[in-house]
C-alpha cells in the first residue's frame, strides 16, 4: 500500500541535542511538508520541498533544517537552537505544489525535550 | 480572525444525530479541504471542494462552499462513534503561488 512512514513514533531529546525526524513516501509524489502542531492548535507550516533538490522555508523555519536528495525522502533535523521543541510533528506529501491537490499525512512523530 | 478559522472549537453529540462546523476564511482561494484526526494520530483528507463549486457529498460527508460569505461547513449525517476526531479544514490560498493554511479544528465527540 502507497502511503508516507513517519519514524520514530515517540522521539526524546536532551537540551542541546540535534536530532532527525524520518520520513519517507512511496506515493511518488513530487511535494512534501513538514508541519509542527501543538496541543490544540493547528498545524504550522516549517518547510516544503517542490521537487528534488529543492526546499523552502515556511512559516516557522528557525530552528530547523531539511533535506530533499531523494523524492521519497524529507528529513527533518531539528537543532539545538530551537527552543521549543516539544510538539507533534508531521510529514505530508502532495502529487504536486499548488491547487487542488489534497495532502496525504504520517502518522506523526511526537516529540519531547527531556 | 485566522485564515481557516473553525466554529465551534468543540462539538458533543448522540450518535445518531447531524454534526456540523463551519469554515470561516478571509482571503480569496482556490479550493478548500477538510480532514480528519483521529487522537495522536496524522490527519486524514476526506474532502476537496474548488472556489467554483457549491456543494459536495461523499459517503455521509457533505461539505458546501459560500465564497460570497468565504464560508464553509461539513455535515456528517447519521454520525458513530467512530466519527469522534478533531476535523479541520485547510485553504489553498490564491496568491499565484503555494499557500496553504489550516485551521485550529474542532473537536468531535460522538457518545454511544
Known amino acids: 500500500d502507497g502511503g508516507i512512514t513517519q519514524s520514530p513514533k515517540y522521539l526524546f531529546r536532551k537540551e542541546g541535542q540535534n536530532v532527525t525526524l524520518s520520513c519517507e513516501q512511496n506515493?511518488?509524489?513530487?511535494?512534501m511538508y513538514w508541519y509542527r502542531q501543538d496541543p490544540g492548535q493547528g498545524l504550522r507550516l516549517i518547510y516544503y520541498?517542490?521537487?528534488?533538490?529543492?526546499?523552502q522555508k515556511g512559516d516557522i523555519a528557525e530552528g530547523y533544517s531539511v533535506s530533499r536528495e531523494k523524492k521519497e525522502s524529507f528529513p527533518l533535523t531539528v537543532t539545538s537552537a530551537q527552543k521549543n521543541p516539544t510538539a507533534f510533528y508531521l510529514c505530508?506529501?502532495?502529487?504536486?505544489?499548488?491547487?487542488?491537490?489534497?495532502?496525504?499525512f504520517g502518522s506523526g512523530t511526537r516529540l519531547t525535550v527531556v | 480572525s485566522q485564515q481557516g478559522e473553525e466554529d465551534p472549537q468543540a462539538l458533543s453529540i448522540q450518535e445518531g444525530e447531524n454534526a456540523t462546523m463551519n469554515c470561516s476564511y478571509k482571503?480569496?482561494?482556490?479550493?478548500l479541504q477538510w480532514y480528519r484526526q483521529n487522537s495522536g494520530r496524522g490527519l486524514v483528507h476526506l474532502i476537496l471542494?474548488?472556489?467554483?463549486?457549491r456543494e459536495k457529498h461523499s459517503g455521509r460527508l457533505r461539505v458546501t462552499l459560500d465564497t460570497s460569505k468565504k464560508s464553509s461547513s461539513l455535515l456528517i449525517t447519521a454520525s458513530r462513534a467512530a466519527d469522534t476526531a478533531s476535523y479541520f479544514c485547510?485553504?489553498?490560498?490564491?496568491?499565484?503561488?503555494?499557500?496553504?493554511?489550516f485551521g485550529a479544528g474542532t473537536r468531535l465527540f460522538v457518545k454511544a
Open positions: 520541498s517542490q521537487i528534488v533538490n529543492d526546499f
Open positions: 506515493l511518488n509524489h513530487d511535494a
Open positions: 482571503t480569496s482561494i482556490n479550493n
Open positions: 471542494i474548488r472556489s467554483n463549486e
Open positions: 485547510a485553504t489553498a490560498l490564491n496568491t499565484g503561488g503555494f499557500k496553504t493554511i
Open positions: 505530508a506529501s502532495s502529487a504536486a505544489m499548488g491547487a487542488d491537490y489534497g495532502y496525504t
